[in-house]
């Protein structure tokens, strides 16, 4: 299907890459789109860096404030996850610097079990143990580098280059094949 994307409230770096300076700017996909019904399985793909790896900023967000995807974020300089049901964060190992590259993806496996990866590695934490809300596990998206809810806002600052959505979980081996593709080319 075909999707306007508005690049108005979005900066640029002297090479062309979307620069977000946690205050104002971000990627409206227009209106909130499904990449994956309940239970079905999404990735979340990434290559990040932040300006501030402890202020809380979020990968991704909807108008749609019900299912966990709306809450992929930076949080503690950790990946994490907040489960809407049981209204507590999760996080992967990793501790963020600022002004460093990260290709960061995070896999909705089945409706009751997520996991993180950072530079092709799954991540630990408590993310990986946790049984999630199945009835919490579909993907909406509408904002790359911005959370929105209910007149309150968070974004992202720094840079995303990439981004990708899928409407199913990748496989370890197929998150190493594209962190391999980025390595390079972002200097990870």
Same mark, same amino acid.
């Given at each position: 299907?075909?999707?306007?994307?508005?690049?108005?409230?979005?900066?640029?770096?002297?090479?062309?890459?979307?620069?977000?300076?946690?205050?104002?700017?971000?990627?409206?996909?227009?209106?909130?789109?499904?990449?994956?019904?309940?239970?079905?399985?999404?990735?979340?793909?990434?290559? %990040?860096?932040?300006?501030?790896? *402890?202020?809380?900023?979020?990968? +991704? =967000?909807?108008? #749609?404030?019900?299912?966990? /995807?709306?809450?992929?974020?930076?949080?503690?300089?950790?990946?994490?996850?907040?489960?809407?049901?049981?209204?507590?964060?999760?996080?992967?190992?990793?501790?963020?610097?600022?002004?460093?590259?990260?290709?960061?993806?995070? %896999?909705?496996?089945?409706?009751? *079990?997520?996991?993180?990866?950072? +530079? =092709?590695?799954? #991540?630990?934490?408590?993310? /990986?143990?946790?049984?999630?809300?199945?009835?919490?596990?579909?993907?909406?998206?509408?904002?790359?580098?911005?959370?929105?809810?209910?007149?309150?806002?968070?974004?992202?600052?720094?840079?995303?280059?990439?981004?990708?959505?899928?409407?199913?979980?990748?496989?370890?081996?197929?998150?190493?094949? +594209?962190?391999?593709?980025?390595?390079?080319?972002?200097?990870?």
């Amino acid at each position: 299907r075909t999707v306007d994307i508005s690049l108005g409230n979005m900066s640029f770096d002297s090479t062309g890459q979307p620069e977000m300076d946690g205050t104002n700017d971000y990627v409206d996909l227009g209106t909130d789109i499904e990449i994956a019904d309940m239970n079905q399985g999404w990735t979340a793909e990434y290559v %990040v860096n932040t300006d501030s790896a *402890s202020t809380l900023q979020h990968f +991704n =967000g909807c108008e #749609e404030d019900v299912h966990n /995807a709306g809450w992929l974020a930076l949080l503690s300089s950790k990946m994490a996850v907040w489960d809407r049901s049981a209204n507590v964060w999760k996080y992967g190992d990793t501790v963020f610097a600022s002004d460093t590259r990260y290709h960061v993806v995070f %896999v909705q496996e089945t409706g009751t *079990s997520m996991q993180f990866y950072v +530079n =092709g590695v799954a #991540e630990g934490g408590d993310h /990986a143990s946790f049984t999630w809300t199945a009835a919490k596990s579909a993907f909406f998206a509408r904002y790359i580098g911005r959370y929105e809810y209910g007149g309150y806002s968070r974004y992202w600052n720094g840079h995303i280059p990439v981004t990708r959505l899928y409407n199913k979980a990748l496989t370890a081996s197929e998150i190493k094949q +594209n962190f391999r593709a980025y390595k390079n080319r972002f200097n990870i």
